[in-house]
Nanobody, 129 residues
Framework: QVRMVESGGGLVQAGGSLRLSCAASGRTVSTYNMGWFRQTPGKERDFVGAISWDGTRTYYVDSVKGRFTISRDNAKNTVSLQMNSLKPEDTAVYYC??????????????????????WGQGTQVTVSS
């Protein structure tokens, strides 16, 4: 079973940047497509973006496109989420997840959280105005 731990969250002013990391252990995630989700209190976990198992394909929701970048290092068993030009509405707990669809198949129908098989515990991102 793969265990994942997110890190890198924190408090940042609007317009700033943060880089989240997701470190996997227990087994390799190099064969998994990976996703990032975010969740605010009282709401469902929302899909943010995904990266293919080999890192060559990505997909982002419109609200973060051009600001967020997902990357991975399979040799280190890690996935990252670079977040630039942060906005207060980006405030949420961010989660990485393993086992979802290939980005090329998403085609505007965003994956449900239930499609993923392994999750980290989340890291809080707070963007002040």
């Amino acid at each position: 079973q793969v265990r994942m731990v997110e890190s890198g969250g924190g408090l940042v002013q609007a317009g700033g940047s943060l880089r989240l990391s997701c470190a996997a252990s227990g087994r390799t995630v190099s064969t998994y497509n990976m996703g990032w989700f975010r969740q605010t209190p009282g709401k469902e976990r929302d899909f943010v973006g995904a990266i293919s198992w080999d890192g060559t394909r990505t997909y982002y929701v419109d609200s973060v496109k051009g600001r967020f970048t997902i990357s991975r290092d399979n040799a280190k068993n890690t996935v990252s989420l670079q977040m630039n030009s942060l906005k207060p509405e980006d405030t949420a707990v961010y989660y990485c997840a393993a086992g979802g669809p290939d980005p090329r198949t998403i085609l505007g129908v965003h994956p449900s959280a239930s499609w993923y098989v392994s999750w980290g515990q989340g890291t809080q991102v707070t963007v002040s105005s």
